[in-house]
């Protein structure tokens, strides 16, 4: 469900299986930045496509998307 409220939009999304609610309209380079992820060091999937780094901020998102952001995560 979409909420309006003047220009920002409220979407409902789905982020690693947990329900969120988002004010948009935002980007997926957005949304990584706003979790505090680093860009550089996840993998990206929207509705089951893998979305390159650089196509990330073009990428508007929408309601009842469902994200999955992977971590690389280093170590020795």
């Keep these: 469900m979409v909420l309006s409220q003047g220009c920002e ?13 988002l004010t948009g309209p935002a980007s997926l380079e957005e949304l990584i930045r706003q979790l505090g992820v680093h860009k550089e060091t996840v993998v990206a999937e929207v509705n089951r496509q893998i979305i ?5 901020s ?6 009842g998307d469902q994200i999955e952001l992977i971590q690389f995560v280093g170590g020795g």
């Design 52 to 56: 390159q780094l650089d196509k990330r």
């Design 58 to 63: 073009g990428l508007q998102l929408s309601d």
């Design 9 to 21: 939009v409220f979407l409902k999304i789905v982020v690693n299986g947990e329900n969120k609610e």
